[in-house]
């Protein structure tokens, strides 16, 4: 039985993984760690700071603000806890943390947090491997829903990164064409944004070559899959050694 403390446990999700974790026989959720001290409907006890926290833990699971990650690296580090932080909107120096923080406690962080698009990023390595020589252009389309602020999606970068790696860092990312009146360049990776509705996300990346098309697609029907990509994140990186991991290792990579 994995343990877990859930740092930001009165956010949406947190309150997600509370539920999912119910449901789940190989981990539990041990303490929860708020600004809002609440019960968590009395499933286990809540802390307004983590240092207040003196629960035996095998990893945090971390969906809160910025601006508490500086405590909560610092604990898993005095703790030697793993980590799996979730939350996003971090500066470069807090990045940099993060790095310093690995060298001594192991850390998981991504981009997304889903199994499917790390497992997508693994299969877009080798479909780009071999369709990128014969002439398949790529083009990436990803849809949210009108809330959300950048564009491109993270996601939608990191998918175009898993085939710009794969390829040698030769492609250029394209986000607007509208006002170059020329020919498709073979080196350019397109990435085209949609904006609309409450689409929680979906990713298109297509292989065009000639007279045939492959698309790989994820689409992401509810937050609950970022939930079960965390919780999976966190049993495997129970007792890990120090380092810094990302969601590649908990579905496998490609060149080991």
């Known amino acids: 039985m994995v343990k877990v403390i859930l740092h930001g446990c009165n956010g ?5 993984i509370t539920e999912m974790c119910s449901q789940e026989e190989d981990i539990k959720i041990v303490a929860g760690i708020d600004a809002c001290q609440q019960g968590a409907g009395g499933e286990y006890p809540v802390y307004r700071d983590i ?6 833990a095998d990893a945090v699971i971390d969906f809160s603000t910025a601006t508490a990650v500086d405590s909560l690296l610092s604990y898993c580090v005095e703790k030697k806890i793993p980590c799996v932080l979730c939350t996003t909107g971090l500066s470069k120096e807090q990045l940099e943390s993060v790095k310093e923080a690995s060298e001594k406690t192991a850390i998981l ?6 199994l499917g698009i790390n497992l997508l990023m693994k299969l877009l390595r080798e479909a780009a491997a071999t369709l990128a020589p014969a002439g398949f252009d790529i083009e990436i389309v990803e849809k949210h829903h009108n809330l959300k602020v950048d564009a491109p999606s993270g996601t939608a970068l990191a998918l175009a990164d898993s085939i710009n790696e794969e390829m040698g860092e ?12 020329q020919k498709r360049d073979k080196k350019e990776l397109g990435i085209s944004a949609v904006r609309g509705g409450t689409i929680v996300g979906d990713h298109d990346v297509i292989f065009a070559g000639t007279d045939e098309v492959i698309t790989f697609s ?33 579905v496998g990579k490609t060149d080991e």
């Open 170 to 181: 030769e492609y250029e990312y394209v986000y607007d064409r509208s006002k170059v009146r």
């Open 109 to 114: 962080r991504s981009a997304n947090m889903t």
């Open 51 to 56: 240092y207040n926290c003196n629960i035996a």
């Open 218 to 250: 994820h689409r992401a029907y509810s937050k609950g899959v970022f939930a079960k990509g965390a919780l999976q994140a966190a049993k495997y990186i129970a007792g890990k050694p120090a380092g810094l991991y990302t969601m590649a290792d908990v």
């Open 12 to 16: 949406k999700m947190g309150h997600m």
